[in-house]
């Protein structure tokens, strides 16, 4: 049981360039989400999918975009990287929204760096 | 929109001292929980609190959800230097929007 995984765990990329971040969960969870953390900023949800299929906007969607085809795998994109996209992007999956026993389980994180 | 604040941003501490957080929403929340990030590593969960008022206690830490159910705070007793990391509060509105939205989180740093 690997939990959740992301791929790749670095990058660096040109202005311009594009790039998909692979998220996977062996949990079954119906949730997945894409955040991104700046220092002094905190976790900023970017994309959120509550179930296959189906995506939504986060607090900071622009720039991005995301698919989810199977359950297990939230797909994040960057079409046209920029310099301001250069953060550490965690992904996180949870079995249900607003329930009192719900819980977000974080990936390891993807460092990207955009020049 | 819904803001969680988080203060402060940063504490050192000497081992062996005490250190409290304060997370405060600008919404009523349906539950808080709170997230622990070492350095270099992702957020792990730590613990939920739903009811107002409500305490819980973890070892040395000690959570705390206010009775207007707006803020909650962590207290760490007798700080070691294994709880140095980032410490996150996160809130679900109870306007249900579906999102857990999360604190700017405060930065401990013990000093052996």
């Known amino acids: 049981n690997a939990g959740v995984t992301q791929t790749p765990k670095f990058r660096v990329l040109k202005t311009g360039q594009s790039m998909t971040l692979l998220c996977a969960q062996d949990?079954?969870?119906?949730?997945m989400y894409w955040y991104r953390q700046d220092p002094g900023m905190g976790l900023r949800l970017i994309h959120y999918?509550?179930?296959?299929?189906?995506?939504a906007k986060g607090e900071v969607p622009d720039g991005y975009n995301v698919s989810r085809l199977k359950k297990q795998n939230f797909l994040l994109g960057l079409e046209s990287a920029a310099p301001s996209q250069t953060s550490v992007y965690f992904c996180?999956?949870?079995?249900?929204?607003?329930?009192?026993?719900?819980?977000?389980?974080f990936g390891p994180g993807t460092r990207l760096t955009v020049l | 929109g819904q803001q969680v604040m988080q203060i402060p941003q940063y504490q050192h501490v000497q081992e062996g001292e005490d250190f409290t957080t304060y997370c405060n929403s600008s919404t009523t929340l349906s539950n808080i929980q709170w997230y622990k990030q070492r350095p270099g590593g992702h957020p792990v969960f730590l613990i939920q609190?739903?009811?107002?008022?409500e305490v819980k206690k973890q070892k040395r830490l000690t959570f705390q959800f206010g009775e207007a159910k707006k803020n909650s705070s962590l207290h760490i007793t007798a700080t070691q230097t294994t709880d140095v990391g980032t410490y996150f509060c996160?809130?679900?509105?109870?306007?249900?929007?579906?999102?857990?939205?999360f604190g700017q989180g405060t930065t401990l740093q013990v000093k052996p």
């Open positions: 949990m079954n969870h119906e949730y």
């Open positions: 999918s509550v179930g296959e299929g189906t995506t």
């Open positions: 609190l739903v009811k107002s008022g």
């Open positions: 996180a999956s949870s079995y249900r929204h607003r329930q009192p026993t719900d819980t977000q389980y």
């Open positions: 996160a809130g679900h509105p109870s306007s249900n929007t579906g999102k857990l939205i």
